[in-house]
T-cell receptor
Framework: DAGVIQSPRHEVTEMGQEVTLRCKPI?????LFWYRQTMMRGLELLIY????????DSGMPEDRFSAKMPNASFSTLKIQPSEPRDSAVYFC???????????FGSGTRLTVV | EDKVVQSPLSLVVHEGDTVTLNCSYE??????LLWYKQEKKAPTFLFML????IEKKSGRLSSILDKKELSSILNITATQTGDSAIYLC????????FGTGTRLTVIP
């Protein structure tokens, strides 16, 4: 199993541009999570899906952020328009039930200049 | 409001020392507590604790949960430089709620 796959690994963009982060969860996992990590705030949950349905998006900072999961093998996190304060590492994680823990992808390091 | 508090925030020790990392929580809908190690990239899973008082062990690392005190500890014995990392405590409440982590530095 290739694990949770995120792309791109690094993204540098200018303020105001649209950014799309991608995630492929582990096959068979039915829950998917998007986290953001910064030095100041640590790891924060943005949104999570169960069986492709968004369950809790209360962590999404504002309307500039949106996430979709069109099928069980793909999810996107979009920021439009991006701002410098969005600079962070964005992690995707997936799980199946809670018996086996959560597996994280390698993250996307986003820099907005 | 849910909280997960880790202490200390950072720790510097010499190789061979034993360290104890602390995690306390106040979370609704508690299912389990997890420990992760984060080096340069993604957090990697160490332990999942669901029952109070049962120690989980993996090599030089061990962890235990106290549901009465709403806390957990992670012990590392005979530390090595490769143990240098951020150690994250998280509570599973149908999603993972993380503490801010303890940064451990092991000096040769």
């Amino acid at each position: 199993d290739a694990g949770v796959i995120q792309s791109p690994r690094h993204e540098v963009t200018e303020m105001g541009q649209e950014v799309t982060l991608r995630c492929k969860p582990i096959s068979g996992h039915n829950s998917l999570f998007w986290y953001r990590q910064t030095m100041m705030r640590g790891l924060e949950l943005l949104i999570y899906f169960n069986n492709n349905v968004p369950i809790d998006d209360s962590g999404m900072p504002e309307d500039r952020f949106s996430a979709k999961m069109p099928n069980a093998s793909f999810s996107t996190l979009k920021i439009q328009p991006s701002e410098p304060r969005d600079s962070a590492v964005y992690f995707c994680a997936s799980s199946f039930g809670n018996s086996y823990g959560y597996t994280f992808g390698s993250g996307t390091r986003l820099t907005v200049v | 409001e849910d909280k997960v508090v880790q202490s200390p925030l950072s720790l510097v020790v010499h190789e061979g020392d034993t360290v104890t990392l602390n995690c306390s929580y106040e979370v609704t809908n508690f299912r389990s507590l997890l420990w992760y190690k984060q080096e340069k990239k993604a957090p990697t899973f160490l332990f999942m604790l669901t029952s109070s008082g049962i120690e989980k062990k993996s090599g030089r690392l061990s962890s235990i949960l106290d549901k009465k005190e709403l806390s957990s500890i992670l012990n590392i014995t005979a530390t090595q430089t490769g143990d240098s990392a951020i150690y994250l405590c998280a509570v599973d409440r149908n999603n993972l709620f993380f503490g801010t982590g303890t940064r451990l530095t092991v000096i040769p």
